[in-house]
């Protein structure tokens, strides 16, 4: 039996730039309608013109493809309402990042204090600006996400009308903190439904499932399974593929990042084929994107998967993608694009 997707959507996406641009972009794009494109390059998109500039980058490796990059700046607490008047058309959301905490991270908040974030928060909510948080503190690893709970109900709370996208949530306590704040949503990848730290860690380490957030525990990959499954109208897929050379992989200080962008709708059907779920894979995927994101241009494009084996590429250019050499259980056999 086949299944149809519509315009599926990547919320959370890293496409980097130059050559690793060229080679992961068009993965992405000829399966996805669109994505969420992070700005955590080096230096960090932080004006229009660097805006302007990769998406025009990102289009160009992207050529032949109906995808639309829905692009972001990287939040710093200096930006004025002018500014961000005058970039609101070309912008989707800010990415905020506390400080050191993943990869091109340095420039990011620290300390969280409402008041030096109060007039650039208060401006992107009244431009209808969404915030996406990297939710981590610098505490124990295992535990960082937990933490950064309290720092969510801040921000939920002194700005109640600014949309706060939850980026990549891994715990339960994340998965409660939905339903207590009408304005906190959230994305989650494909690697946090399939593994837990003992994945990563538990016996041979394995780089290439090393990312941040760590993966947590199987009550925590439960919790998420839940609402994932049954597409809580508050989340949505966000990959957060985010791919680096192998040898920054393999090698001593492996940087953090999972690479899944040219697999994750084959996993993601296998994933809610098993748990019987696959007629809520549609929500999941695009649908409360839409919904979450209300005023994105969405281009058509249907694919079409089948039950049929795929041996997945030991790598992608100079990329290894979660399942190298391995078979995976369904294909898209067929990709129409408007
Ligand atoms: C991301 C990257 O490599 O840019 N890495 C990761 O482990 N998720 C950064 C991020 O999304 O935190
Ligand atoms: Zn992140
Ligand atoms: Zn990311």
Excluded: W
């Amino acid at each position: 039996m086949s299944i149809t997707l519509d315009s599926p959507l990547d919320m959370h996406l890293h496409l980097r730039d130059e050559n690793m641009l060229s080679t992961v972009a068009p993965l992405s794009a000829k399966t996805f309608s669109g994505a969420i494109i992070m700005p955590n390059l080096v230096p960090p998109i932080s004006t229009k013109d660097e805006l302007l500039a990769y998406k025009s980058r990102i289009l160009e490796a992207t050529k032949g493809h109906t995808f639309k990059p829905y692009m972001t700046l990287f939040f710093k607490p200096t930006y004025t309402k002018e500014f961000l008047e005058s970039v609101r058309d070309e912008l989707t959301a800010i990415k905020l990042y506390p400080a050191g905490i993943t990869t091109n991270s340095e420039g990011g908040v620290a300390g969280f204090d409402v008041e030096e974030l109060r007039p650039t928060l208060t401006a992107m909510s009244e431009l209808d600006i969404p915030l996406c948080v990297h939710g981590e503190t610098n505490g124990f690893v295992m535990d960082r996400e937990a933490e950064f709970v309290s720092i969510y109900e801040m921000l939920a709370t002194n700005f109640p009308k600014l949309k706060i996208i939850m980026e990549h949530i891994t715990t339960k306590e994340s998965v409660e903190a939905l339903d207590k704040f009408e304005n906190l949503y959230a994305t989650i990848t494909l690697h946090h439904l399939l593994i837990t730290l003992d994945d990563v860690a538990g016996g041979m380490l394995q780089p290439h499932l090393f990312c941040k957030p760590i993966a947590k525990r199987p009550q925590d990959r439960e919790a998420l399974r839940r609402v994932a499954f049954k597409a809580h109208p508050k989340v949505m897929f966000g990959s957060d593929s985010a791919p680096h050379p192998q040898h920054a992989k393999e090698s001593c200080g492996c940087a953090a990042g999972v690479f899944t962008a040219p697999i994750a709708i084959q996993v993601l059907t296998e994933l809610f084929t098993q748990y019987s779920t696959i007629e809520n894979l549609q929500a999941f995927l695009s649908g409360n994107a839409q919904n979450i994101y209300s005023n994105i241009e969405i281009p058509k494009k249907t694919i079409v998967l089948e039950k049929e084996a795929f041996l997945v590429p030991n790598k992608y250019g100079d990329v290894v993608p979660i399942y190298a050499g391995e078979t995976i259980k369904y294909s898209i056999i067929e990709r129409k694009e408007i």
